[in-house]
């Protein structure tokens, strides 16, 4: 059968893939470099009967897709550095309230305004703690527009799976670069719909009580159910509650249905891992170049491997510490000061033999900046 082939940006991907996911609506406000998402949608949502309203700033934009994702939709809102910054209120109320959304940020060089057109890769830790509190997260990116769809509908299951609030963390690079991205046919992909619950109408409704599996079953707000939705600690009616026991329990929940199901979260690729004498840890545009170096020393005779981490939080600890145990040395490669850098040293058991290949002045890293790094480690024997 012919293939539906496609020649498009990352941001094109992304675009595609919640429609696939079966998106209904969107709230954003344009900002470089995610605004294609945008403009994309407004053309195409409604075209399959979907929502789209751009809001007059980005938290108002997180607050939209919050409320309309409690009435049973399915949403997703896109931004970059700055309004990533305004939306994290409100994706704190989001973990509070469990309500599933999908929140994808295209990184560009900050702090501030910083390079609004240079990529980066610097809010890899402010996904995980940009909003305060205890909580986790789920965190995914990508590195080619084919990945950029798969992550995206998988951002949607997740989301729906952990009735949480998902990131997507693209960059400037791969959001803007414009290559081949062949569709995947209905049903190709798994695509997880919205658990509701089966209480009938007039029955007692438990909004927040996990079953033993730990998923929540929703009913729709507006629906035949009334509950109370708050950012405050509450109990399994929704209601507000300053009892040690009830707030700690939800707590625990919020953490462990995420960090308790880090395996089933985790996704990854693996080039070349297993003889691996120096190994190359990466993700989002950065594993390109990393893929590059590796496979032209592979032809030169040298054994180097990449994993390409695609789930950054919860971040994978047991598979790095795993593919990392055999190399002699390990090289994190992106484009900031070490966000992952330092995840990676405190994963292993020998910290010593971790380095950094980084880029932070809003240039994409080169092969001759990695290369630069191995040829220094490799004179120093590691």
Not at 89 to 105: D, L
Not at 162 to 170: A, D, E, H, Q
Not at 276 to 303: C, D, F, P, Q
């Amino acid at each position: 059968m012919k293939k539906n082939i496609r020649f498009v940006q990352g941001n094109e991907a992304c675009v595609e893939a919640a429609i696939y996911a079966d998106l209904d609506f969107f709230a954003g406000y344009p900002i470089t470099p995610s605004t294609e998402i945008a403009e994309l949608l407004s053309y195409r949502l409604p075209i399959k009967g979907g929502k789209f309203i751009q809001m007059e700033d980005e938290l108002s934009s997180m607050c939209a897709i919050i409320g309309a994702s409690l009435t049973g939709k399915k949403v997703m809102t896109a931004t970059s550095g700055p309004g990533f910054s305004l939306k994290q209120e409100a994706i704190g109320f989001g973990v509070m309230t469990e309500t599933p959304c999908v929140i994808v940020n295209v990184q560009r060089g900050g702090p501030s305004t910083g390079l609004p057109t240079s990529v980066s890769q610097g809010d890899v830790m402010q996904a995980r703690w940009g909003t305060h509190g205890e909580h986790a997260i789920i965190a995914l990116t990508a590195s080619n527009n084919q990945d950029v769809f798969a992550m995206t509908v998988e951002a949607f299951n997740l989301s729906e799976t952990f009735r949480t609030p998902v990131i997507l963390l693209l960059d400037e690079v791969v959001a803007h670069t414009r290559e081949r991205l062949i569709m995947p046919k209905p049903g190709e992909l798994n695509v997880v719909k919205r658990l509701r619950t089966s209480v009938p109408e007039g029955t007692d409704y438990h909004p927040y009580l996990p079953r033993e599996d730990g998923r929540l079953p929703v009913s729709d707000f507006g629906g035949v159910h009334r509950y109370n939705v708050t950012g405050l600690a509450h109990d399994m009616w929704g209601f507000p509650s300053n009892n040690p026991k009830i707030v700690y329990g939800l707590m625990r929940h919020l953490v462990d249905k995420i960090q308790g199901h880090t395996k089933e979260i985790t996704r990854i690729k693996e080039f070349f891992i297993d003889d691996a004498e120096y190994l190359l840890i990466s993700y989002g545009s950065s594993a390109r170049t990393a893929l590059h170096v590796v496979e032209n020393r592979r032809a030169r005779g040298e054994k180097l491997g990449l994993l390409e981490l695609q789930t950054l939080w919860p971040f994978p600890v047991d598979v790095v510490q795993e593919r990392c145990a055999s190399a002699n040395c390990v090289m994190v490669v992106e484009m900031n000061m070490g966000q992952i850098f330092y995840e990676v040293k405190k994963a292993v058991a020998d910290p010593q033999k971790v380095f950094l290949a980084n880029q932070i002045d809003g240039s994409f890293i080169t092969p001759t900046d990695i290369l630069n790094i191995l040829r220094i480690i490799q004179g120093k024997g590691a």
